[in-house]
């Protein structure tokens, strides 16, 4: 008979740190051990990087407000969300250029507020690259590849396309690091992970060593992949798959529409200047309409303004948040699809067991348990982290939508501010006109 | 936006009711298709004597309306004469239909001859007119009526001089300050119109994509549990914002009309104008015409030649003329003096008379030209401000829905 047991530990049921679960994948004879806490041989590179700078008090106030507002901003009723058991704060910000003989680039401060006891020091300050984020993603990838990793803005751009170096293009990408940062830090399973550690906290982050105790987690389910076909999906997985394939099609309409009414608000706006040109050169021939015409010219010029950061604000804000769910439904999938595979080998050897025994009356091999718990686990993480991703994705769009919703009402209101003041210009004039008479 | 106190609008409440399709034979025997427009007046004093007379009504056509005001332009030609609307409709944004049959151009064109009658009523000298009474109380034999004026051959002699190029000697600085007016205000109504056509439809563009947020929403919606709702009213909201944007151009025509009124304006002035410079040149013409001539007498009476002349050559050449010759030409000379001086003393008076009614005229009209364009700029504001309003009123539903998500 078929015994299906229960998993041994619930990789996302809780806050528990990593080492307190003996995760199956990690071929349960040597449970794992966490490098910074072990302390000695391999992690002897792990060289902590400097405190916080302390220097700057300003700097960690306000950093302290922003993680705060943070807070505020958490939506109450949202259980995953739940902000008082919060331990790791993590921000990313101020873009620096590097410029050497070899490559010019970009590094950003990381800073790191904890109370966690698998760090030495309550705050980090370290200075990375857009690669260190790469290699940390690909490393979280690999060590824990039953959750879903949030994922980081595109690595490729086109260049003489995009300026790399521009305040606008740093500015997005640190915004889409300090996003991808936070999440990590946010995961109940990710943010407990020693590479996650190491790049918080050391000063060099020697990355062609890596941490080669744990990349064999990664191992067990990376050669899962040969020749195995899944028979059935269970409906549940099946669900996430196609509302995954809707989602990513709404999504891209968004996009879409995003660009183009960014494109007929800039022709718009071209339009719209060119209107107030010819009120402001009309106002030059006349007399008694001169300043109403210039009043016409001067609120035409504050719609223009408001419209422009009306616009402005739709492809920093708007935009990137888009972009981050296309690439986020791509790691979803990912993710998907390697619990298939991992639910593919186990119903592969079950079948090959199952008839052996028929033929040879062997009892069903331990091994194939050891599958069978492995495809459990899976299951219960990555069903964990589809739980938080949906309610992570409500409330980010519910905040996106808002958002977008208070910047046309603010360009509205703008507007209207400037009509109303010229109207109280344009039936001034006539007062004026009668008190210049009396006198 | 109209003068107070004038003399038929005081006794006569003038609208155009409605305007109807029709469709007839042109005298081609053509099939046609017209408008035609019920002009309804209603004599005010009889109602303020108690008495409630029946309105009037009867049906003018466009083709109407323009000849009654040629005869205007002619027989008024120091009167800057109020425009008909557009006849066929320009400076469009490309939504809007540029059909003289469509229901919206009717409307608009219905309006704009409505102000056309009532500015003709409200003014001074145009209000008094017989053949306006009769253009707004009897529908029948109008045309007659205007035709036996004679004014046609006036108006081509007066289109043929108008055409002419000519020269006056001393300009009038108040005329040329006039004609420098109305081609700028020509050339900044135009220009304004036409940006603002651009304008309008790029706001369109940028409304009607709005509208595939609703779709997409309302798409999005069928596959979420607890976000569902929301972004599916949401989405409702985003379909009411594209729709909007119709009524706002809509309404926005109205300022378009207001502008294009004075564009045509800037054209009456100018006609005033140049009938100014014609009666001057006129004036100079008769005036130098008399003046050599009463120079030729003086040289006959005198046998003394001021100047050098072809006459005055062959005199010399040839011998003097016998006397009765000299008489007679002397009798005609006094003659043509005569006429020449009767037509001075003429041209004198009808330039006198243009140059005093015009600058009264234009005087009069450029206070309502600053205060029309003044209230067209707060109607234009207030309309802006319509806008915003519903704009904020869209979004803040739009939101109350996200809120909910």
Known sequence: ?439 | MLDEGSTLLRRMEICIAEAEKRSGKTAMSMQETFTVYLVETRLTDAVAEGRSPAPNFLWRRYSEFELLRSYLMVTYPYVVVPPLPEKRAEFVWHKLSADNMDPDFVERRRVGLENFLLRVALHPVLSDDKILHHFLTEEHGWKEVVYETGFQAKADSRLRALNATFRVRNPDKRFLEMKHYSDQLQSNTSQLLRARARVADGLYGVYKVHGNYGRVFSEWSAIEKEMGDGLQSAGHHMDAYAASIDDILEEEEHYADQIKEYLSYSEALRAVCRKHELTQFELEMSSQDLVSKKQQREELATGIVRTFSLKGMTNKLFGQEAPEQREARLRLLEELIAEGEETVREKTAEWREHVEKACVEMQRFKEQTDRDLREALISYAVMQIGMCKKGVQVWSNARECFLKM
């Open chain 1, 1 to 439: 008979t078929m015994s299906v047991s229960a998993p041994r530990g619930l990789a996302s049921s809780g806050q528990r740190a990593i080492t307190e679960i003996t995760h199956p994948l990690s071929a349960a004879e040597e449970p794992l051990s966490l490098p910074v806490s072990a302390g000695g041989d391999k992690e002897a590179w792990l060289t902590n990087g400097t405190p916080g700078e302390m220097s700057s008090p300003a700097s960690t106030s306000s950093l302290f407000n922003r993680l705060q507002l943070d807070d505020d901003l958490e939506d109450g009723r949202d259980p995953l969300a739940t902000t008082d058991t919060r331990d790791l704060f993590v921000t990313v910000d101020d873009p620096k250029k590097h410029v050497s003989t070899m490559e010019t680039y970009i590094t950003y401060r990381v800073s790191t507020k904890t109370t966690r006891i698998e760090f030495d020091l309550p705050q980090y300050s370290v200075r990375r690259r857009y690669q260190d984020f790469d290699w940390l993603r690909i490393k979280l990838e690999d060590s824990q590849p039953t959750h879903l990793v949030p994922p980081l803005p595109e690595k490729f751009v086109m260049k003489g396309v995009v300026d790399r170096f521009s305040e606008d293009f740093v500015e997005t990408r640190m915004k889409a690091l300090d996003k991808f940062l936070k999440r990590v830090a946010d995961h109940p399973v990710l943010s407990f992970n020693p590479h996650l550690n190491a790049f918080l906290t050391a000063k060099d982050l020697n990355k062609r060593q890596g941490l080669a105790l744990l990349t064999k987690v990664g191992e067990s389910v990376k050669q899962v992949a040969g020749g195995y076909k899944l028979r059935a999906r269970p409906a549940e997985f099946s669900a996430m798959g196609e509302y995954l394939e809707t989602f990513s099609q709404k999504l891209g309409n968004i996009d879409r529409i995003a660009q183009r009414i960014l494109k007929e608000q800039s022709e718009y706006l071209t339009e719209l200047r060119e209107y107030g040109t010819v009120y402001s050169s009309w106002a030059e021939c006349e007399e008694e309409l001169q300043r109403p015409l210039e009043g016409v010219a001067g609120c035409v010029a504050t719609c223009c303004r408001a419209l422009e950061d009306q616009s402005e604000s739709m492809s920093q804000d708007f935009l990137p948040v888009l972009r981050e769910y296309v690439l986020y439904i791509e790691s979803m999938k990912n993710v998907l699809r390697k619990r298939d595979q991992t639910q593919a080998e186990y119903e592969g050897r079950l079948e090959a067991a199952v008839q052996r025994r028929q033929e040879e009356r062997t009892p069903i091999p331990a091994e194939v348990e050891k599958c069978q718990d492995k495809v459990e686990c899976f299951n219960a993480d990555l069903k964990a982290d589809w739980e938080r991703w949906q309610s992570n994705k409500r409330h980010d769009f519910k905040q996106l939508l808002t958002g977008m919703a208070d910047k046309n009402i603010s360009y509205y209101e703008k507007c209207q501010t400037a009509w109303e003041s010229l109207i109280t210009v344009l039936q001034d004039r006539p007062m004026e006109d009668k008190l210049s008479e009396t006198n």
